[in-house]
């Protein structure tokens, strides 16, 4: 199929780069046309505004930072709603609250097209492989449109229901991952008198009911941290991590749910940006306060 993807972050390149290798013919756009150079040497098309990239396609999905970005490139002057859309699909993957998502699927559907949202669980690696985990929030024909590329980017799909479900679970499932990395952070300072090898210690942690799947992911990079080596590529970095946070608690503020491990977590995580840098990778967060 043709398809395109507007605003090229690190998961961008991920998924137009698997998108390619399964067969479709991809056009992106992109504020910066720098990070655009490795995917137009893979085949990519380059488009020059939103609009140019949605009239060039059929389906065209996006994953951007926030409300903001998702009006600008949507609504703008050039933006993707600024032309002929009808008949056309729109997968939206940003993390956002669900308010964000529904005004934006009427905004689509009053054009004539098929909106689905579906944020994603996973970070780089996983986009790269197809091996995300998809929250899709769509009416059931619109999902079922939708579902074929879907599934050539993620291991799982769920419907789970109209949309602003999708980004209700991408919330669900984020919410406990969040507030591990501080809790593995206080286990760590707790233990750091102990004359342990930190890969034992990570070892030993990981053989435990109390560790996530992700520690198990992870726990290399933390363990590399811990001894002061080289940590490897950032995968999903403390600035995104704060801001999906932020709008967690914003969204418990709008359904009257109260989220004190999130709110304490986010102080602890706004401290250790401080201390260092919004662009380190989120998960070796548990490090500073390892340290502290």
């Known amino acids: 199929m043709r398809i395109g993807l507007a605003g090229v972050g690190r998961m961008g390149v991920a998924i137009v780069a698997r998108l390619i290798e399964v067969g479709h013919e991809v056009t992106v756009w992109n504020r ?31 994953i951007l930072t926030d409300a903001a970005a998702i009006d600008a490139v ?68 619109d999902f079922a449109r939708a579902k074929p590329i879907l599934d050539q980017l993620c291991r799982r799909i769920e419907h789970c229901g109209p949309v602003g479900s999708g980004s209700v679970m991408k919330f669900t499932i984020n919410l406990p991952l969040m507030v591990y990395w501080q809790a593995l952070g206080e286990a760590l300072a707790l233990c750091r008198e102990v004359d342990i090898d930190p890969a034992r210690l990570m070892d030993l942690l990981c053989d435990t009911s109390g560790a996530p799947n ?39 503020k709008a359904r009257g749910v109260e989220l004190p491990l999130v709110e304490r977590s986010l102080a602890c995580y706004e401290e250790a940006k401080r201390k260092g840098s919004g662009s380190d990778e989120f998960s070796l967060i548990s490090v500073y306060w390892a340290r502290r």
């Open 214 to 252: 992700v520690l198990k992911v992870r726990g290399a990079a933390v363990v590399a941290k811990l001894k002061g080596a080289d940590a490897g590529p950032v995968t999903f970095d403390i600035d995104s991590g704060l801001k999906d946070m932020r709008a967690m608690l914003a969204e418990g």
């Open 32 to 62: 910066s046309v720098e990070k655009l150079k490795p995917l137009i040497a893979a085949g990519a098309k380059i488009a020059k505004t939103p609009a140019e990239l949605a009239s060039a396609v059929e389906v065209v999905i996006t």
């Open 74 to 141: 949507y609504a703008g002057p050039q933006g993707l709603l600024a032309g002929t859309v009808k008949g056309k699909l729109f997968i939206e993957m940003s993390t956002v609250q669900p308010e964000t998502e529904k005004k934006l699927a009427a905004k689509v559907r009053a054009k004539g097209a098929t909106f689905v949202e579906c944020p994603v669980g996973g970070s780089v690696g996983p986009a790269r492989q197809g091996k995300l985990l998809g929250l899709a929030g769509a009416d059931a024909a």
